[in-house]
């Protein structure tokens, strides 16, 4: 079997997040490639790169308001492409759990579909736990309170371990 490196999915708010959380992403984005040689799935970046091959020079966010057909095609397509990653790709996921991934629906989402394919879900937030909804929790493996907690965690459970043979992803039964 060939070996491929590990590759971890960012989850968290972006339609109701600042910069729809770009900045956490970005960061996080270089530590896990430079510190743990993993990929890494950026919903920012991958959506920007399907927003300007379907709808160039449009604000999607404003699409919402005037043109409700075209902005549920367009999210339909970053819904799939979303879901295919976490399914197929994705060896865990990191959500940062915040204002903006409580008020939207698509981490939720997403964290529903990890934990259906068995992929762990390392959670970051600084929210009581009581105010987190139950099926977020339910989906979670670990819960850090800061990312410098989850840097430590992930560097001490990755340590030389930079690839992973790949597995099918058809087996979904949950544990």
Not at 44 to 60: C, D, G, H, V, Y
Not at 65 to 73: A, H, L, N, P, V
Not at 107 to 115: S, V
């Amino acid at each position: 079997m060939k070996a491929r490196r590990i590759r971890a999915y960012l989850s968290g708010g972006m339609e109701y997040a600042k910069e729809e959380g770009m900045q956490w992403r970005k960061e996080l984005e270089g530590w896990m490639r430079k510190v743990l040689g993993h990929t890494v799935f950026n919903p920012n970046t991958q959506s920007e790169k399907l927003l300007a091959r379907t709808i160039p020079k449009r604000n999607i966010r404003r699409l919402k308001s005037i043109d409700i057909t075209t902005y549920t095609q367009v999210l339909k397509r970053i819904v799939d492409l979303d879901s295919r990653e976490i399914a197929e790709n994705a060896d865990y996921v990191v959500c940062y759990w915040d204002a903006a991934a409580q008020q939207g629906a698509g981490t939720k989402g997403e964290l529903t579909l990890a934990r259906f394919f068995r992929k762990p879900v390392y959670l970051v937030t600084t929210f009581d736990l009581a105010t987190i909804p139950g099926w977020v929790l339910g989906c979670t493996t670990q819960i850090f309170y800061s990312f410098d907690a989850l840097k430590q965690f992930l560097q001490t459970s990755f340590a030389g371990n930079h690839s992973r043979p790949r597995r099918p992803s058809r087996n979904r039964s949950i544990p």
